[in-house]
């Protein structure tokens, strides 16, 4: 027999459609209607409210293989399946992390896949696959942050028997899992949430209506989200769960739902004996997130730093609108790197107000930061969606990987950075109601509009060759072109691995130095020293050290032993001297590599 649930606490009569066939349902305790029924696996069902004849999907439903507007299929993953049972897990100190849209990854645009290309990341050097949002939506493609259905995976990546083989396929090869998912909202389109229940509020954030956390009737749907995030950490064998814009969480509660959510995360991560990790993308500023329980915090496991990537990317690129008005200086860079935040109870003149609060630095480790120069929405989120390979030369997108991957941050990388992808990540959707499709491509105009970008540049995110173009090119990473910011990429990768003063999580143990009329900058990370000239002709730099990794071999003054940087170039030195990187051979073009 299979047991069918579903809340519908206003409802006066509820009934399941069960392949056609239409069985009452008894009401329980808080709004829960209940009924068992022998059901096969595949079978189609859905629920009746009250007088209406509309055959509405389950709320938790598991599969949607019709898409989020049709009847949910009977379905339950086969523990049979998993391989992975010495798998132990991985922790997020010393992790590498990269970001990646099923769709967008390969071709085909499926788990199966996916699977193909783990190789290429093993050997990059990653630890961490984190997957954007693959919960149920409407259409065939989209970014996958207007799901309705959480419970769901989307069909056309797959389905939760893609999901689960490509978790087993990562953890085969050493690579943990983390996904991305939405809690702060539903989509546009499918979203039968509130036919159900008062699952959503009349407040609203950028996306759409705020969901009741703290309301009448809000503890089933809080339920709802500690259910949903459990399942796929305990169904699925997910190791880390990305928590989109936890800033429009709306929760008065003297308990928190992150607060919440952490606590099941602690227990169940000692029930399956593995590292489970909740990382959350916050525009905050605010420690209490990644402060301990014991503090006083969230005890969320992780944060995205988006201060970190906006004092790297202005400073090498020079861009300055928008919220990146306060960066773009080598002191903003420096100060950053050593204290987490930029925005730290200072003005922010983009918010118009004071933001953020300073980290406790001997509280929080910094590898609780995740830094990047590259997301989804840092690149997706410009109008026509261009890399920084777009516009910054091969030397300068060389020094934004040496400031992540040699910094005291746990580095992030986006599908295709590692070789200065060409193609653009571009913002698509594929919306089955044209009203709702055409608001969207009018609403992004409009945004970009304000911004200062024609609305002629701003592609048509329905429009599916918008989707198309922002494929990953895989016979990108073999041609020569590529191949010199691939080995770059792969050293420092290999560099960070193999010392310990890098992945040191504590930001007490780093040190910077500066000129901001001359452009470049230090870090200093024990006896190793990262030396970055971001200006475009040569500069001095009073340091010494020997060579231990450089995208152009510096020339040391033979009196003062202070190297030369060429313009757009980063060197690792130390002092006393070792043996430099060792990597695969070949002509690699990047000094300190045999």
Same mark, same amino acid.
């Given at each position: ?77 086969? *523990? ?14 010393g ?5 990646l ?12 896949? +996916? ?16 997957i ?6 409407? /259409?065939?493609?989209?970014w ?14 797959? /389905?939760?028997?893609?999901?689960q ?5 990562c ?58 995030? #459990? ?19 709306v ?5 928190h739902? #992150? ?6 995360t602690?227990? #169940? ?23 301990a ?9 992780g ?7 906006h ?5 090498v ?96 990388l ?6 200065? +992808?060409?193609?653009p ?8 109601? *044209?009203v ?46 590529h191949?010199?910011?691939?080995a ?43 030396l ?6 040569p ?41 430099p ?5 070949g ?8």
């Amino acid at each position: 027999m299979t047991a069918f649930e579903v809340w519908a606490p206003r409802a006066e009569r509820v009934r399941l459609d069960l392949d056609g066939d239409v069985h009452p349902m008894t009401r329980a305790s808080e709004g829960w209607w209940r009924v068992d029924r022998a059901a096969e696996s595949g079978a189609r069902y859905g629920f009746l409210l009250d007088d209406d004849p509309t055959v509405l999907p389950d709320p938790r439903s598991a599969r949607q293989p019709e898409g989020v507007h049709a009847r949910s299929a009977v379905h339950v993953l086969d *523990p049979n399946r998993w391989t992975d049972a010495g798998w132990t897990g991985r922790p997020l100190a010393g992790a590498l992390f990269y970001e990646l849209h099923i769709g967008a990854f390969t071709p085909e645009g499926t788990f199966d896949a +996916a699977i193909d290309r783990l190789d290429h990341l093993v050997d990059l050097g990653v630890t961490v696959v984190e997957i954007m949002p693959v919960n149920a939506f409407d /259409g065939t493609h989209n970014w996958g942050y207007d799901g309705v259905l959480w419970y769901a995976v989307h069909e056309p990546y797959g /389905g939760p028997d893609g999901l689960q083989r490509f978790v087993d396929a990562c953890h085969a090869r050493g690579l943990a899992v983390a996904l991305d998912v939405v809690y702060n909202h539903l989509g546009p389109s499918g979203n039968y949430l509130p036919r159900f229940g008062p699952y959503l509020t009349e407040g609203r954030n950028t996306w759409g209506q705020s969901l009741n956390l703290d309301g009448p009737d809000s503890g089933p749907v809080r339920g709802h989200i500690l259910d949903n995030a #459990l399942r796929w950490l305990r169904e699925f064998h997910i190791d880390a769960l990305r928590l989109d814009a936890v800033h429009a969480l709306v929760d008065r509660t003297a308990t928190h739902l #992150l607060a919440e959510l952490a606590d099941a995360t602690t227990a #169940l991560s000692a029930h399956v004996r593995r590292p489970l990790t909740l990382i959350a993308e916050s525009d905050l500023n605010d420690p209490r997130l990644i402060t301990a329980r014991a503090a006083g915090g969230y005890g969320l496991g992780g944060q995205w730093n988006d201060d970190f990537h906006h004092a790297v990317h202005t400073a090498v690129s020079g861009e300055r609108q928008g919220y990146y008005a306060d960066f773009g200086s080598l002191a903003t860079l420096a100060r950053t790197l050593r204290h987490g935040f930029f925005h730290a109870g200072t003005y922010s003149s983009f918010r118009r107000r004071v933001h953020g609060r300073p980290l406790d630095r001997a509280l929080i480790p910094a590898s609780t930061l995740l830094g990047y120069t590259c997301t989804h929405d840092q690149i997706g989120n410009r109008a026509i969606g261009d890399r920084p390979s777009a516009y910054l030369a091969d030397g300068q997108l060389a020094i934004k990987a040496a400031l992540v991957l040699l910094s005291a941050f746990t580095p992030m990388l986006f599908m295709g950075e590692e070789w200065g +992808a060409r193609t653009p990540f571009l913002f698509f959707t594929s919306h089955t109601d *044209p009203v709702i499709g055409a608001a969207t491509a009018t609403g992004r105009k409009a945004e970009f509009a304000e911004h200062g970008w024609s609305s002629e540049d701003v592609p048509d995110p329905q429009d599916p060759e918008t989707f198309l173009r922002s494929k990953i090119d895989w016979s990108e990473p073999d041609s020569a072109s590529h191949a010199r910011l691939l080995a770059c990429y792969r050293a420092l990768i290999a560099l960070r691995r193999e010392r310990a003063e890098i992945t040191d999580p504590w930001l007490s143990g780093v040190e910077v130095d500066y000129d901001e009329r001359q452009g470049w900058i230090v870090v200093t990370r024990g006896p190793l020293r990262l030396l970055c000239n971001l200006s475009a002709e040569p500069v001095r730099i009073p340091v010494t050290g020997a060579t231990v990794l450089a995208w152009v071999e510096p020339e040391f003054d033979p009196v003062s032993g202070h190297p030369t940087l060429p313009g757009h170039c980063f060197a690792v030195v130390e002092d006393p001297p070792r043996d430099p990187i060792v990597a695969s051979p070949g002509d690699t073009g990047i000094a300190g590599i045999r």
